[in-house]
């Protein structure tokens, strides 16, 4: 899974998103969003309005705090209309110089990239990126206030997905277990309709990364509905223990991949494109939906696009990619 990044090594541009209409707009009648509605889940599946499941399929942005170049109309018009993209990630980190150093400035980006996701037809994953410390309960007060203000301003919106917990590490399932039956609520409040996803232990890993296995989540769910489970992998480091988990695990609770790359965990590294094809292969034929990361210019082999993009205007087609973006691109615009 991703550990913590290299900040030095990142971009810092800050700007919000323009509010802008796209340059170049998708048919209304036409979109992730009008055509299966508000989502829900149905058994271990994401269903749509008409109770039918559906596989969202699309991207997560790096991490706003030093990427925030990297969303803007130009890229998010080709992410909605060039690649086809269901759903945008949008990850806030916590700390890492994320939303705990000015929670009104976050909390405000992620405002505004839920508006671009919602005028483009897309679905909008609202990532809570907690990573270090890898508790999520260290920062319940934090997520508690964020949520609160997310749903709230938000809840007449049928495009909204929340993730309550990135990548819980270094904390049993218990403890993460006890956080979400704390937040769901809070959300609930404001939302009543809103499909809730957490992060296994392990960094996502279902526990395999912790030396544990999908037991503890299948035997010790979280009391609540309309809630989904997350998985993470990187093709290059995590491979048939993994895979075995998520399928044991995904014919008896609901599970999204939020997060993978084709590289090793560090998001960097030769591809592994013969394993992340089976991967995804396996998500297809359970209609497990996905985000990869990440949708930045950032050095390493996972950022789709080739340093210097961000700075531009061109988002659109493969010459502005890395080999990993157009192997994922590929596969979000092929159905």
Same mark, same amino acid.
């Given at each position: 899974?991703?550990?913590?990044? @290299?900040?030095?090594?990142? @971009?810092? $541009?800050?700007?919000?998103?323009?509010?802008?209409?796209? !340059?170049?707009? !998708?048919?209304?009648?036409?979109?992730?969003?009008?055509?299966?509605?508000?989502?829900?889940?149905?058994?271990? *599946? @994401?269903?749509?309005?008409?109770?039918?499941?559906?596989?969202?399929?699309?991207?997560?942005?790096?991490?706003?705090?030093?990427?925030?170049?990297?969303?803007?109309?130009?890229?998010?018009?080709?992410?909605?209309?060039?690649?086809?993209?269901?759903?945008?990630?949008?990850?806030?980190?916590?700390?890492?110089?994320?939303?705990?150093?000015?929670?009104?400035?976050?909390?405000?980006?992620?405002?505004?990239?839920?508006?671009? #996701?919602?005028?483009?037809?897309?679905? !909008?994953?609202? /990532?809570?990126?907690?990573? /270090?410390? +890898? /508790?999520?309960? #260290?920062? @319940?007060? *934090? $997520? *508690?206030?964020?949520?609160?203000?997310?749903?709230?301003?938000?809840? +007449?919106?049928?495009?909204?997905?929340?993730?309550?917990?990135?990548?819980?590490? +270094?904390?049993?399932?218990?403890?993460?277990?006890?956080?979400?039956? &704390?937040?769901?609520?809070?959300?609930?409040?404001?939302?009543?309709?809103?499909?809730?996803?957490?992060?296994?232990?392990?960094?996502? %890993?279902?526990?395999?990364?912790?030396?544990?296995?999908?037991?503890?989540?299948?035997?010790?769910?979280?009391?609540?509905?309309?809630?989904?489970?997350?998985?993470?992998?990187?093709?290059?480091?995590?491979?048939?223990?993994?895979?075995? $988990?998520?399928?044991?695990?995904?014919?008896?609770?609901?599970?999204?991949?939020?997060?993978? =790359?084709?590289?090793?965990?560090? =998001? /960097?590294?030769?591809?592994?494109?013969?394993? %992340? &094809?089976?991967?995804?292969?396996?998500?297809?034929?359970?209609?497990? +939906?996905?985000?990869?990361?990440?949708?930045?210019?950032?050095?390493?082999?996972? $950022?789709?696009? *080739?340093?210097?993009?961000?700075?531009?205007?061109?988002?659109?087609?493969?010459?502005?990619?890395?080999?990993?973006?157009?192997?994922?691109?590929?596969?979000?615009?092929?159905?």
């Amino acid at each position: 899974m991703i550990r913590a990044l @290299l900040a030095g090594a990142l @971009l810092t $541009a800050a700007a919000l998103v323009p509010t802008t209409a796209p !340059a170049t707009a !998708a048919p209304a009648a036409d979109t992730p969003v009008s055509r299966n509605g508000q989502l829900h889940v149905c058994g271990v *599946k @994401l269903c749509n309005q008409n109770n039918q499941p559906v596989q969202l399929r699309g991207m997560s942005t790096h991490g706003i705090q030093w990427y925030s170049s990297c969303i803007k109309t130009a890229s998010l018009d080709a992410l909605a209309y060039d690649w086809k993209a269901d759903i945008l990630r949008i990850s806030m980190y916590v700390q890492e110089g994320g939303y705990e150093t000015n929670p009104r400035k976050f909390t405000d980006m992620v405002h505004g990239y839920i508006e671009e #996701a919602t005028k483009r037809g897309m679905y !909008a994953l609202v /990532d809570w990126h907690q990573l /270090d410390p +890898g /508790d999520p309960n #260290a920062n @319940l007060s *934090k $997520a *508690k206030t964020f949520f609160t203000e997310i749903a709230d301003r938000h809840k +007449g919106k049928n495009n909204i997905i929340y993730d309550i917990a990135n990548e819980p590490n +270094g904390v049993s399932w218990a403890g993460i277990k006890s956080y979400a039956e &704390q937040m769901v609520p809070v959300i609930r409040a404001k939302d009543a309709d809103g499909v809730i996803f957490v992060g296994t232990h392990g960094w996502a %890993s279902l526990g395999v990364s912790d030396g544990r296995t999908e037991a503890d989540v299948v035997n010790n769910p979280v009391r609540a509905t309309n809630l989904m489970y997350t998985f993470h992998f990187y093709a290059a480091s995590h491979k048939q223990e993994y895979l075995d $988990a998520l399928t044991r695990a995904s014919s008896k609770i609901p599970i999204f991949v939020t997060e993978f =790359g084709t590289q090793t965990y560090t =998001g /960097d590294g030769g591809n592994d494109f013969t394993w %992340s &094809q089976k991967y995804l292969d396996f998500l297809n034929s359970r209609q497990i +939906g996905w985000t990869n990361w990440n949708f930045s210019d950032d050095f390493r082999s996972g $950022a789709v696009f *080739k340093q210097g993009t961000c700075a531009g205007s061109n988002f659109t087609g493969t010459s502005v990619l890395k080999p990993a973006g157009v192997w994922i691109r590929e596969r979000i615009r092929n159905r």
